[in-house]
């Protein structure tokens, strides 16, 4: 379970940005701070909500860790087959992606896109209930984690021939797709790491002391 303590604010050392209906609260010099009531998860509400972070050399990592806690919160199989993406780098139009994340329209695995082939890992989620969620990428594979335990691995992975584009959180292309994830996100953090499975494991339920000093840390 979802450990309360954990609803913290959404930082970056860049700017992040919002779609509608969520606001920028506080800005600082080199630290942008996103705080979503009641407790600074990030609702979304499935239809034009999202948030991410402007492209940056950080983001162009071709070994790198994107982990969260979500809740998924769609009756399983009622989105038309369209599954919802809780981290992408994928351009507006959809027509260029570096990679995708999803958890399917069934709720029933949890996959990858990235321009070239989309793998899944099955996997039974619930509705309305939190999952820690990590994607481990290298450029030809993803290991997958649930609640801090792999759950599956693909062939697929980051897709470096494709660059500038931004980081999003709960859709994969904004202008294109109908992938916008309904639900609550919380605890997003991304690494140019592989994390290992005991630091995964170990970590997911423990906030970062002192982010300034964690080796690999470009969003959080």
């Keep these: 379970m979802k450990k309360k303590y954990l609803n913290r604010p959404l930082h970056s050392t860049q700017q992040v940005f919002f779609g509608a209906g969520l606001c920028l609260l506080v800005t ?10 009641p407790a600074y998860t990030l609702p979304l509400n499935g239809r034009n909500q999202y948030a991410g972070v402007p492209n ?15 809740k998924p919160n769609w009756v399983a199989g009622s989105l038309g087959g369209a599954n919802p ?26 996959g990858i896109w990235n321009n ?27 290991q997958f984690y649930v609640n801090g335990s792999l759950v599956g691995t693909t062939s697929n992975g980051i897709n470096t ?16 797709t109908a992938e916008y994830f309904k639900g609550e996100i919380d605890e997003v953090l991304v690494w140019n790491t592989a994390r ?25």
Excluded at 197 to 220: C, D, E, H, R
């Design 85 to 110: 993406s809780f981290a992408a780098e994928r351009t507006p139009s959809g027509n260029a992606t570096r990679f995708s994340l999803h958890i399917t329209d069934g709720l029933d695995a949890i």
């Design 196 to 220: 290992s499975a005991s630091q995964i494991s170990a970590n997911k339920s423990v906030a970062i002391g002192n982010p300034a000093t964690a080796a690999g840390l470009v969003a959080y």
């Design 116 to 142: 070239g082939a989309w793998q899944k890992i099955a996997y039974s989620f619930t509705q309305g209930q939190w999952y820690h969620v990590a994607a481990v990428m290298t450029t030809s594979n993803t």
């Design 56 to 70: 940056n050399a950080t983001l162009e990592f071709a070994t790198g860790t994107v982990e969260m806690w979500v």
């Design 28 to 37: 600082m010099p080199g630290l942008v701070q996103a705080q979503m009531s």
């Design 161 to 176: 021939s494709i660059t500038g584009i931004n980081l999003t959180l709960g859709t994969s292309a904004p202008a294109a």
